[in-house]
């Protein structure tokens, strides 16, 4: 079964480095998604992406943050310069269409020392 | 905005007891319902999902859900609960608009006594 893929599982930075976090979404799938999750609270969403644009963000998703897909296979999440609070678990997500499912990848875990 | 509330932070069952999982929403129109479950260190694995049509939803693993426009609830339902399902639990809302967005509720941790 097609699934979404993360790498790597765990990043550990010090704060004001850049990272990026990759995903490989379902491969036929046309919606793309980051969310995060801060330890002990609920997952967030932070940006879509379709047809090469940004179709909505978050507001916490500032100018520190860019999603891009450089390649029509993977999806990346840049932070241009870590927070501390930017520790959290992100996840990628992929859909089909309009009424689909979103398909969740295991995480990246970001820790920001 | 759309919102989600799961008001209970833990439930504790027995192994073979049913379960309820409580899920309130609040959105302006007929809503995209969603329950996921994430084991300890694993992604999101969707168990169900509402769209239209029959309010009572069968998922993975057993589990069922029933839309309740009346009482903006989606709760999770499962007849005889296996200690394999220990796990967090979220209801999540999606957004109107091409992007479909999920909002999540905080989640319920689920532990199932042996």
């Known amino acids: 079964e097609p699934e979404v893929t993360q790498t790597p599982s765990h990043q550990v930075t010090q704060m004001g480095q850049e990272v990026i976090l990759r995903c490989v979404p379902i491969?036929?799938?046309?919606?793309f998604y980051w969310y995060r999750q801060i330890l002990g609270q609920k997952v967030e969403f932070l940006v879509s992406f379709y047809n090469n644009e940004i179709s909505e963000k978050s507001e916490i998703f500032d100018d520190q943050f860019s999603v891009e897909r450089p390649d029509g296979s993977n999806f990346t999440l840049k932070i241009r310069s870590t927070k501390l609070e930017d520790s959290a678990m992100y996840f990628c997500?992929?859909?089909?269409?309009?009424?689909?499912?979103?398909?969740f990848g295991p995480g990246t875990r970001l820790t920001v020392l | 905005a759309q919102s989600v509330t799961q008001p209970d932070i833990h439930i504790t069952v027995s192994e073979g007891a049913s379960l309820e999982l409580r899920c309130n929403y609040s959105y302006g129109a007929t809503p995209y319902l969603f329950w996921y479950v994430q084991s300890p260190g694993q992604g999101l694995q969707l168990l169900l999902k509402?769209?239209?049509?029959?309010?009572l939803v069968q998922g993975i693993k057993g589990f069922e859900a029933e839309f309740k426009r009346s009482q903006s609830s989606f709760n999770l339902r499962k007849p005889s609960v296996h200690w394999s399902d220990a796990a967090e639990y979220f209801c999540a809302v999606g957004a109107q608009g091409s992007a479909r967005q999920l909002t999540f509720g905080s989640g319920t941790q689920l532990t199932v006594l042996p």
């Open positions: 997500a992929s859909r089909y269409e309009s009424r689909d499912t979103q398909y």
């Open positions: 491969s036929n799938h046309l919606y």
């Open positions: 509402y769209f239209s049509g029959d309010t």
